[in-house]
């Protein structure tokens, strides 16, 4: 039986990213804005994707920041639960969902230059369509102005430890496991 989470991503034309999930960009504004100070300088004013968190490729959004404001818009799926971390160090936590009656945001806010991770909220069985279903959660992201790689910035442990010391407990499973990996190579 093909499971729901491998239908959505088959019909919605989601690729498998390395580091675990799913993604398909689904717009970028042919519009173009200046944004000094930033390498390269024009961004286009926004940009959509589709991102897909699965369990079995780790259940993760891994720890980022990314210049731009970001929005996440929940679509399908497990909640999930999401940390943001303000360039203060402030926590903020709060759950992707679609229950706004048990504290769910059906969209999330990320301003640019906050660190946000998220994971599957596993553990909630309710949203499963049939027993043993992987758990998934399926959203859109825009962000605005539109992603350009050179605006992201992803954290090694050493990096995470060094800018939070007093939050490392709360991040360590957020750190993306390849950069992890090669983080402890300068061990």
Known sequence: MQHRK??????????????GGYFK???????????PGREGSERNVFTTIYFMMS???????????????????????????YILVSPEGKIEEHILGRDVTKGHVPQLRVPGGYLKCGKILVDEKSYASFPD????????????????????????EKEVQSLYPELWNTLQEYITPQLDTQGNKDN
């Not at 491998?6 to 580091?19: R, V």
């Not at 960009?25 to 944004?35: A, D, G, K, L, M």
């Not at 404001?69 to 399908?76: G, L």
Request: glycine fraction near 6%; charged fraction near 20%.
């Open 133 to 156: 279903e992987i758990p998934f959660t399926l959203m859109s992201e825009e962000v605005a102005p539109g992603f350009d790689s050179r605006d992201c910035f992803v954290p090694t």
């Open 6 to 19: 491998d239908l959505i991503a088959q019909k919605l034309g989601l690729i498998s990213l390395p580091f």
């Open 25 to 35: 960009e689904t717009f970028r504004s042919p519009e173009t804005v200046q944004i």
């Open 55 to 81: 369990s079995e490729q780790g259940g993760k959004n891994y720890i980022l920041s990314n210049k731009s404001d970001t929005t996440h818009y929940f679509h399908d799926g497990w909640p999930a639960y």
